[in-house]
Each structure stands twice: as structure tokens, then as C-alpha cells.
């Protein structure tokens, strides 16, 4: 599947582990020598800022989308190649969505979290047919994927649904998987619930 860009959902904090911004730069690196665009959410603090910083001094295109509200607060990142403004946080989404061929989570809160399954969702429901990646940066997401696989025990996630969040602790092998991405089971449950 050709990846022309990628979305990564991070953090706008930067958190504890100093092993958390070096992913962000590396996977930003990484992309760019792929020649892959990244798509991300304009801000220019916490692993957001890293991510665009690192990209942006290796050459790479960087698109941020902000809702204005977020802008206001100057959060917004003045070096981006484009900043796209939306007015709610839901116009923001949809638009990474548009603009993106993949996805890509690093560690982050609440919004992060939010992003990554709103977009999993999606791709369960066939809204979209695009990989959806977790970079598990020093075992961060490890409870997070033990408890998809006890909803997947317990009937609550279908196992092909649980197999379409791809991860790997190492963004080259994480991009890797993104691209052999076979999206051809999302979206059948609901056909077969008729």
C-alpha cells in the first residue's frame, strides 16, 4: 500500500522517559527518508514539537491541522510547511484523517488515546481502509494491547478487529507492517450482523 503521508497522534507534553522524544524524532527521520509526509496535529510543544522539529530539519513536509481555538493559545507551530486551522477539534480529526494514508500512534494522553480509536473504529466500521500503527516506545502501550487482547477473550472485539492495530517497538519494522496492510476483513461484520 503506498504510504505518500502518514498522521501521528503524540502527546502535546513530553512526558518522563527522555526515550519517549527520541521516538518522536526518530520515527519523524524515518518517514522523511521514506519520503513520506507527516500529518499532525500543528502544535509545537510536547512530542507534537518533536515530531515536527525533527521532520522539518530533515527536509521533510510537514502538514499540522489546529483548531483555532488551540492557535489562539499560540500552541501552533510557525515552522510547519502548512498549517491547516479547523474550528473544532472534530473538523481537525476528519481532516488528518483526508490528508493521511496511514496512522501512527507514539505515546500520549487522553487526545492521543482518543485519536487512535476513533480512527480504529473507523477502520473497523470501513470508513476508511488505511493501516493504523501503535509505536510501542519502551513497552508505554503494553497494558493498552493486554487489554485488547481480554476484550478479544472476553467476545467484546472481534480477533480480526484486534489484528488490524499493527505494533512494534521499532518504527522501521512499524512502517514495514503498514505497508503489507490487508484491510480486507474491516468493515465485513457489519454485513455479516444483517
Known amino acids: 500500500m503506498p504510504l505518500r503521508r502518514i498522521a501521528i497522534y503524540c502527546g502535546s507534553s513530553r ?9 518522536a524524532a526518530e520515527t519523524a527521520r524515518h518517514l522523511v527518508a521514506e519520503g513520506i509526509g507527516i500529518v499532525y496535529g500543528g502544535g509545537n510543544v510536547g512530542l507534537m514539537g518533536a515530531v515536527a522539529d525533527a521532520a522539518l530539519a530533515a527536509g521533510g513536509e510537514v502538514i499540522g491541522v489546529i483548531p483555532e481555538s488551540l492557535l489562539a493559545k499560540e500552541l501552533g507551530h510557525e515552522g510547519c510547511t502548512e498549517l491547516r486551522v479547523t474550528r473544532t477539534m472534530h473538523e481537525r480529526k476528519q481532516m488528518m484523517v483526508d490528508l493521511s494514508d496511514g496512522f501512527i500512534a507514539l505515546p500520549g494522553g487522553f487526545g492521543t488515546l ?17 493501516p493504523v500503527g501503535l509505536l510501542n516506545v519502551s513497552g508505554f502501550y503494553d497494558t493498552l494491547l493486554l487489554f485488547l487482547d481480554q476484550m478479544t477473550r472476553a467476545g467484546l472485539l472481534r480477533p480480526e478487529h484486534r489484528a488490524s492495530l499493527l505494533s512494534s517497538s521499532n518504527p522501521q519494522d512499524l512502517l514495514s507492517a503498514m505497508r503489507h496492510f490487508q484491510p480486507q476483513t474491516c ?3 457489519i454485513t455479516d450482523l444483517r
Open 15 to 23: 512526558g518522563i522517559h527522555p526515550a519517549y522524544s527520541a521516538a
Open 187 to 189: 468493515g465485513k461484520w
Open 114 to 130: 482518543d485519536e487512535l480509536f476513533e480512527t480504529l473504529t473507523w477502520l473497523q466500521l470501513g470508513f476508511h481502509h488505511k
